[in-house]
């Protein structure tokens, strides 16, 4: 499984776009790039996921570069309640195998 | 309500008892996961199971061992329980098409 690497923290307000990039550079060609997100004491919740280029749902956008070695996610016009840990896993899609979490960046979102 | 059901939320015990922690994974779905959660610390990988069998196994100490029944609802026991064992810990279940959903986690304070 491909490591991962993201900062540790990141500081925000209440209306900004927060880009959230992870470097993931021994990926492999049959990963697929995913973000969770984790509010204390509950669990990661899926946000998405993307294998090239851009993924957009309803909550964020996963930018992904031609040689995939990173992601960037983006969260438009954070609110206090997007304070949580975000993290980015690298591995096959679907569900096949553990997910394995590094140690995510911890965003605060301030009013 | 992710779907996956775990129990108790909370539980506290002494050092040197064993607890059996359960969990329910989402309908339909075969595999299970279980993750442990200290303090300020990532999710680390426990042990997988699918459809009943082992499947994968991570940081996993010898105290602690982990079994799916014939419903496919696991249960995580923990023995011979120290101080540093007090953590949450977070069962999954996936599914090849819908991918991974956490339960709530329950909270084990051993004392």
């Known amino acids: 499984l491909a490591k991962t690497t993201q900062p540790i923290s990141m500081d925000s307000y209440e209306g900004q776009e927060v880009n959230i990039t992870c470097s993931h550079n021994?990926?492999?060609?049959?990963?697929?790039i995913t973000w969770y997100q984790q509010f204390p004491s509950q669990g990661p919740r899926f946000i998405i996921q993307g294998y090239k280029t851009k993924v957009t749902n309803e909550v964020a956008s996963l930018f992904i570069p031609a040689d995939r070695k990173s992601s960037t996610l983006s969260l438009p016009r954070v609110s206090l309640s997007d304070t949580a840990v975000y993290y980015c896993?690298?591995?096959?899609?679907?569900?096949?195998?553990?997910?394995?979490f590094g140690k995510g960046t911890k965003l605060s979102v301030k009013p | 309500d992710s779907g996956v059901t775990q129990t108790p939320k909370h539980l506290i015990t002494a050092t040197g008892q064993r607890v059996t922690l359960r969990c329910s994974p989402r309908s339909g779905d075969l595999s299970v996961y279980w993750y442990q959660q200290s303090l300020d610390q990532g999710l680390q990988f426990l042990i997988q199971?699918?459809?009943?069998?082992?499947?994968a196994k991570g940081n996993i100490l010898e105290r602690f061992s982990a079994q799916q029944f014939p419903d496919l609802h696991s249960e995580l026991n923990l023995s011979s329980l120290e101080l540093g064992d007090s953590a949450l810990y977070f069962c999954?279940?996936?599914?090849?098409?819908?991918?991974?959903?956490f339960g709530s986690g329950t909270r084990l304070t051993v004392v």
């Open positions: 896993l690298v591995g096959r899609g679907g569900s096949q195998g553990n997910l394995i």
């Open positions: 999954a279940s996936s599914h090849e098409q819908y991918g991974y959903t």
């Open positions: 021994n990926i492999a060609t049959n990963d697929y």
């Open positions: 199971y699918y459809n009943g069998e082992e499947r």
